[in-house]
């Protein structure tokens, strides 16, 4: 495995449900985001975690909870959504503090809230 | 991977003609700049990337040029091709240090055969 991985690709779940959305990166960086792309605002962050400590949580509504158990993955658990909720979630990463190329993004997980 | 519903702004050219995207970006203090392309069904990857230091940046097909008195970026594809239909996002840096992106809205390209 390379790169960037999201998984599930795709997943339709209930106001009342709990699920959760996986990332994995095989780059050896240290920092990760989860970002939300939706028909309103396309391209939204959401969390970054540098060094496996949460540094920026912009905004977010509480029923969307990350965890970051070690630097190579992220979660972001999900309960109580809305159907406003339902976007595509995309998981990056990147090498903070070598100057280097910017992130690098999973293809994403396709949330549908019914 | 696509942006669903968005009204995006839309450049169509014929195959083998140059196209140029636009990009105006918001913080004056931005010191980092990043072409993202996005294909359907896919994240957004990664295509050029330019310093504040610099004015221009060629890469393979492709050409980044920053105004920063203006605070406008381009990104210059040569001899568009089918494969180059997409989405473009620009993205600034506008944390020191931490590399949390800020993205543009994005324009749709569309290649002609």
């Known amino acids: 495995e390379t790169g960037v991985t999201q998984t599930p690709r795709h997943l339709v779940m209930g106001m009342t449900n709990k699920k959760s959305l996986k990332c994995e990166q095989h780059l050896g960086h240290n920092a990760m985001y989860w970002y939300k792309q939706s028909a309103k605002k396309p391209l939204e962050l959401m969390f970054v975690?540098?060094?496996?400590?949460?540094?920026e949580n912009n905004s977010v509504p509480s029923r969307f909870s990350p965890e970051c158990p070690n630097s190579s993955h992220l979660f972001l658990h999900l309960h109580t959504l809305q159907p406003e909720d339902s976007a595509l979630y995309l998981c990056?990463?990147?090498?903070?503090?070598?100057?280097?190329?910017?992130?690098?993004f999973g293809s994403g997980t396709r949330l549908t809230v019914v | 991977g696509e942006s669903v519903g968005l009204h995006l702004p839309t450049l169509s050219v014929q195959e083998g003609d140059n196209s140029i995207i636009n990009c105006a970006y918001s913080n004056s203090a931005s010191d980092y700049f990043i072409w993202y392309k996005q294909e359907s069904g896919k994240g957004p990857q990664f295509i050029i990337d330019i310093r504040s230091n610099m004015d221009k940046r060629q890469g393979q097909r492709v050409t980044v040029l920053l105004n920063k008195t203006v605070k406008h970026l381009s990104l210059q594809i040569a001899a568009t091709q089918p494969g180059d239909s997409a989405v473009y996002f620009c993205?600034?840096?506008?944390?020191?240090?931490?590399?949390?992106?800020?993205f543009g809205s994005g324009t749709r390209l569309q290649v002609q055969p």
């Open positions: 990056a990463s990147s090498q903070v503090g070598t100057g280097g190329d910017g992130y690098t």
């Open positions: 993205a600034e840096n506008t944390g020191t240090g931490r590399r949390a992106l800020t």
């Open positions: 975690y540098s060094l496996e400590e949460r540094v």
